[in-house]
């Protein structure tokens, strides 16, 4: 029972003074940004909400449940948090001593009002024989290009677990052909970033698929800010560290992380990683807080850039790193050589994708992916080589297209083996590259078996242990709420066999 208290009979919800100066709160609706579970492990995981509307006092008692059934006739852990106005009224509650590999249902009450109801489940014991790991990736659901069929999709799919890899937010101002409202020009502040979340989170298809399943999260760039290194801005803002310390803030404040991650000023800590049984290990990475900056941006700026090696030697400088020196020996010395799967969530596209530019002398490389980084990615496929690890799985987002490709050590060289296989999933609503730009490029790169950018959507997964079976799933109109879905392609990939096969 320890961590744990009683309800006080469902009442002493608010503090008193408070109360008598906010005689209509109850009218307001308290939970308007839905709820969400996240970073399931094999004993609990974290269950989040967001308290919403005017005239809330500083400190709200919120109360949570976490029952066996959706009835809430079985109570298994409930108590009290205090939502406070420094850190936007959200909860982030860690029930602890849950049973492993079980599916339980939660909910909030507060200020006389009740949540939704969110369905979570714990991890499998590390050591227990796990039954097949359903899973999607998804990544990139820009507010005002797109509605979010594919979120509505995903709340059906009856997942273990959802992997955002990146992308919840975009700080632009709204684009020039908006298909829905969004509030606000370009985000900088605390404010900013608060009221950017609260209109992600006020779509009911975001919350149903929070509600349905724990997430796994890692950021991309648009949380912060397009293309920013470690502390750098794509325009050098000497004021940058301070609008990423806000975004930080309002990441943790609005994502289902626990209380340990929340940030401290100098940055938050969303690496991670997960044993799902004895299937898979997940790793989670955050390539954007300790990287190096781009190399051989254009003049006076910092961010990415497309070049030709020729023009940009630095490209291949070996002490250059996109997951920090510290990330990469963590993640080296993390692979599992027991579990038939490492799953590695990551924000981009792994595999080398050049596009042959005979202006320029060749191939060039965009600059803010792994192919800016490439002794980085050489350093991390020759761990896996290493180890002789045959289930590695690179997942990622960020492109706005999908792809499936063969990882080599050497991506010069066609008819190497493959060493790993990667999965980098299509947007939400996020706009792709031209299809014929894809289509050019795959002559340059045959390790790619899969490029389609015209589409929106995410990947579905079935992993046992002998088998990872990947489902493209594609929305048939991102910009109709009410979209059908469909399955493009679908790949199967041998734990004892690195390179997706098409099924
Ligand atoms: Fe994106």
Redesign the pocket.
């Known amino acids: 029972m320890r961590r744990r208290t009683l309800l006080r009979g469902g009442t002493a919800l608010i503090v008193a003074p408070a109360l008598l100066r906010h005689a209509r709160a109850a009218d307001l609706p308290r939970f308007a940004l839905g709820i969400a579970s996240g970073q399931p492990h094999a004993s609990g995981m974290v269950l989040w909400t967001r308290l919403t509307g005017a005239g809330l006092p500083e400190r709200v008692i919120v109360t949570w449940e976490i029952a066996h059934d959706a009835a809430f006739s079985r109570i298994a852990a409930r108590g009290d948090e205090i939502a406070e106005l420094a850190w936007s009224h959200s909860v982030h509650v860690e029930p602890a001593g849950l049973a492993p590999d079980r599916w339980y249902w939660y909910r909030f009450s507060a200020l006389g009002q009740q949540s939704a109801v969110g369905r979570t489940r714990t991890a499998p014991a590390a050591e227990a024989a796990a039954a097949p790991f359903n899973f999607a990736i998804a ?2 659901q ?1 507010w005002d290009v797109g509605h979010y069929a594919a979120w509505r999709h995903i709340a059906d799919e009856q997942l273990d677990a959802v992997l955002f890899l ?2 919840y937010i ?1 700080e632009y101002g709204a684009h020039a052909k908006a298909i829905r409202p969004l509030e606000g020009g370009p985000v900088r502040t605390l404010a900013q970033y608060r009221a950017r979340y609260a209109t992600h989170k006020s779509d009911p298809a975001l919350q149903a698929a929070h509600a349905a399943a724990p997430w796994l999260m890692v950021w ?1 760039d ?1 949380e912060v800010g397009n293309d920013y290194a470690g502390l750098q801005s794509q325009n050098l803002d000497p004021d940058f560290p301070a609008q990423r310390a806000a975004a930080y803030q309002a990441y943790w404040e609005h994502m289902p992380f626990p209380r340990a991650a929340r940030p401290n000023g100098d940055g938050m800590r969303i690496t991670g990683r997960l044993d799902w049984g004895r299937l898979a290990r997940i790793h989670l990475v955050d390539d954007r807080q300790y990287r190096d900056a781009q190399a051989c941006p254009q003049p006076g700026r910092g961010g990415s850039n497309t070049v030709a090696l020729k023009d940009c030697p630095a490209l291949l400088d070996s002490g250059r790193t996109l997951l920090g020196a510290d990330q990469e020996r963590w993640l080296a010395g993390g692979w599992d050589v027991t579990r038939p799967w490492n799953l590695l969530a990551q924000q981009t596209l792994m595999a080398r994708f050049s596009r042959t530019d005979p202006a320029r002398g060749g191939g060039t490389y965009w600059t803010d992916g792994w192919d800016g980084y490439p002794a980085a990615r050489r350093r991390l496929l020759d761990v896996v080589a290493q180890r002789k690890l045959t289930g590695v799985v690179v997942l990622g ?2 492109v ?1 297209a999908n792809y499936v490709a063969d990882l080599k050590l050497d991506f010069g060289e066609p008819a190497s083996a493959a060493i790993a296989t990667e999965f980098c999933g299509t ?1 939400i609503t ?1 706009l792709g590259a031209p299809q014929a730009r894809l289509d050019a490029a795959r002559v340059d790169n045959p390790h790619i078996r899969y490029a389609r950018s015209d589409q929106r959507g995410y990947m579905r997964f079935a992993l046992d242990a002998k088998q990872l079976q990947a489902q493209l799933r594609v929305v048939d109109n991102a910009l109709d709420p009410a979209s059908g879905l469909s399955t493009a392609a679908r790949f199967i990939v041998d734990a004892g066999r690195p390179g997706a096969v098409a099924a």
């Open positions: 990544s990139c820009r990146g992308d975009y991309d648009h987002g960020d706005h947007s996020s």
